[in-house]
């Protein structure tokens, strides 16, 4: 019933747990079966440095958001924006019909914590670079 790689981050899920300074933090929650899960990302100049996971539901669940934290680390977040459901599935080599909504919760859970990341950046100060020296005003 289910893949080999299924069965392989359900026994051994990678990335378990709360990043404590986090700079995107994700909670959702499927009313219908009532499995909850938190994703925190750590984000350094654009990139996913890291991604943990705490999840309360069934073993799909865990299964997605184990693979869901190894695809996201080392992406830009605007890259990781773009993990839809589907690829989560297709990383794990397919899921029952029935398990579907288990993936979309993991793409939703990134989602919610990308968002997170976005909110928490708005009204910080802007990095300034100087220009390069060609590109700068002739002063008179
Ligand atoms: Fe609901 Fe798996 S049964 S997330």
């Not at 350094?44 to 190894?70: K, L, N, P, Q």
């Not at 990383?91 to 997170?116: F, M, N, T, Y």
Request: charged letters at 30%; glycine letters at 8%; one cysteine or more.
């Amino acid at each position: 019933m289910y893949s080999d790689k299924v069965m392989d981050h359900f026994r051994n899920p990678r990335n378990v747990g709360y990043i404590e300074d986090a700079d995107g933090i994700g909670k959702v929650g499927n009313p219908v079966c009532g499995d909850i899960m938190e994703l925190t990302i750590k984000v350094e100049d654009d990139v996913i440095t890291d991604a943990r996971f705490r999840t309360f539901g069934c073993g799909a669940a865990i299964a997605t958001s184990s693979i869901v934290t190894e695809m996201v680390k080392g992406k830009r977040v605007d890259e990781a924006l773009t993990i839809s459901n589907k690829a989560v599935v297709d990383a794990l080599g397919g899921l029952p019909r029935v398990k579907v909504h288990c993936s979309v919760l993991a793409e939703q859970a990134l989602k919610s914590a990308i968002e997170d990341y976005h909110e928490r950046r708005k009204g910080q100060p802007v990095e300034q670079t100087a220009a390069p020296a060609g590109d700068r005003e002739p002063t008179a």
